[in-house]
């Protein structure tokens, strides 16, 4: 029997490599991290009960070596492949957004871990979207992008060949596993050649930033990398010191007691010089570096009052307002947990024995006297007003017209070629196997 590297070994090295690489290909990241590391070093020694128990190690792990990227794809067999990509590193689509609301004419998922283990190992995430062409609607135009990305080939015919070698063995060598990474790697890398002449790029910048994006490269360049910090708004406040200009406010819930779901701030994207084929120069703005604060889990009513909260006018100053809405949103884990607005990971309490006859009805009683834990479930998924919000402080003022579109999930799993995962069913599978853990005995 051969024995083949494990998906979420192949995930760590993967998403190691790729912090290497922006590291390199943009030192402001490489800043960005060293000032996260230090604002979490000093959280945990202000807050030490933050992970204090004896099995705490794997989360700590976790945190350092946490991270998302996103990506940006021109058409659906890019999609297809990826997804094939994806799954060699145990990463799955999970949830549907569609960011034409906000005038961004993509729709997208994110490729992650999805049990457990995997997500303890290395919960690295990448928001992969997909341009949305049917939203152009300058005729001329549209066809000439569609020419364009027609020839395209964003793979390596090796990666291609792996996808086949790893599809028919089931799996992948430690040898061909780094001989993935490496061909993997170079789908994501930065191109300062662009596939078009001059005037080309004009006409899609005028159209949409983000389709000259997309559009007028050879590969759809990682545009940003984001770890994972435990004090967003220390970070946000210290990054001018750091000669790092951060996006005017942080996406996502006001600052509470209880984290929830997802916080997001970013700093703004490089202006970089890039060659046409004309030979002609221009200037690219699309790579960035961006942080967020991961909370709770919350359940779909938890998630509509966070989404009815969210779009409440604000009164005055937008931070104070968004705060003033967000009273009418519990702040205390008991609370969360009453209202069935987040989700839990229960586990006995160290030293504890359940009492014979316990069952599940009795799971308040039990966590009163201690016998047993609550634990909240961090939120793995995106927010799409957020990712706009992203979007467009990285995509500078809109430029041209975007139409304005609806959902249209069915197009974009056709494109995947399979259904994306539900993200509510997941989490409650997590908070279900717990209870079963504990309750469910033979
Ligand atoms: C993706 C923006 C979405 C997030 O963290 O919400 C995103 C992009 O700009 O391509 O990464
Ligand atoms: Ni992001």
Known sequence: ???????????DAFSKAMSLMYQQEVPQYRTLLQLVKEVNARYLQAHPETFADADSAPELNRL???????????KAQELATMRRLFAVMGMYPVSYYDLSAAGVPVHATAFRPVDARSLQYNPFRVFTSLLRLELIDDDGLKQKVSQILDQRNI???RLLELLEIGHAQQGLTAAQADEFVAEA???FQWHS????????YQSLLDQHRLIADVVSFKGPHINHLTPRTLDIDAVQRQMPAYQIVPKESIEGPPPRRVPILLRQTSFKALSEKITFTDNSEGRHTARFGEIEQRGLALTPAGRA????????PTAGDKAAGLAANFAAFPDDMHELRRQKLGYFSYRLSAGATLPEQASREQLQSLIDDGTIEARPVVYEDFLPVSAAGIFQSNLGSERGAAGKGHPNQLAFEQALGCAVIDEFSLYQQLEEASLAAIFDRP
Do not use: C, N, W
């Open 305 to 312: 009052l966070y989404d009815r909260l969210l779009q409440q």
């Open 193 to 200: 050649e662009a596939q078009v002449d001059g005037a080309t």
């Open 1 to 11: 029997m051969t024995r083949f590297s494990s998906p979420d070994a192949i995930r």
């Open 185 to 187: 790697l170079k789908t």
């Open 64 to 74: 350092a070596v946490e991270r998302h990227g996103a990506i940006r794809l021109g």
């Open 155 to 157: 793979f390596t015919p």
